[in-house]
């Protein structure tokens, strides 16, 4: 396999900076001065690796998809096939659940863009719905007997509270809101598995 290049390299150090930048400062306040400053490169790299603004910031939209995608997939894998609702809402909002906060921080900010920039619409979509539909057929399959509505709900109101709980990571909230988050998402599973 043939080592990755220099510039495939340094475009993913890059991006990484822009998603810190985008999840701590929002998408305007990410300036190429402080992406610079934060990949240790010169601010006439930033162009040169990923283009001007508007590819910068398609470039970043990529980047936050293909985390997510990563993310679901690890997910995947972590779940044996016959899960429970519960072991979903365990490893969703474990402590080491492998996801990146500033993936969310940076997706919200992408959203607040969509308006301005509707090109970016389908590919947050898509990926949004990927982990719907993991969501829900992990219920689906743990809650046979349960109605097609109750298990969307369910898919809808695990899958918010999953996302509320990083969406909120810059308030630096007490713990307590973590557990109570989970207690949240757990209540909502229990539902479901009562209902088999």
């Not at 998408?27 to 610079?36: F, H, K, S, W």
């Not at 402590?95 to 940076?106: F, I, K, N, Q, W």
């Not at 990926?127 to 298990?151: G, H, P, Q």
């Not at 996302?163 to 713990?175: E, G």
Request: contains cysteine; glycine residues 4%; proline residues 6%.
């Amino acid at each position: 396999m043939p080592r990755p290049s220099l510039k495939d390299q340094r475009s993913h150090e890059i991006l990484d900076a822009y998603l810190t930048c985008v999840a701590r400062f929002g998408l305007d306040g990410a300036t190429q001065e402080r992406i610079a400053e934060e990949a240790s490169v010169k601010r006439p790299l930033l162009r040169h690796y990923l283009g001007n603004k508007d590819e910068m910031i398609t470039a970043l939209a990529e980047y936050v998809i293909a985390g997510f995608a990563d993310s679901l997939e690890g997910l995947c894998q972590a779940l044996p096939e016959d899960a429970l609702p519960s072991d979903l809402v365990e490893l969703l909002f474990s402590e080491d659940s492998g996801t990146d906060p500033r993936l969310m921080l940076a997706y919200q900010a992408l959203v607040t863009a969509v308006p301005e920039r509707p090109d970016l619409r389908q590919g947050l979509m898509e990926s949004l719905t990927e982990f719907l539909d993991v969501v829900e057929a992990i219920l689906r399959r743990a809650a046979k007997s349960a109605s097609d509505a109750n298990i969307r709900a369910a898919t809808q109101g695990i899958s918010a509270i999953f996302v509320s709980m990083d969406a909120l990571s810059p308030l630096d909230p007490p713990q307590a809101w973590r557990a109570e988050l989970k207690l949240a998402a757990s209540m909502l599973a229990t539902a479901l598995e009562a209902k088999k």
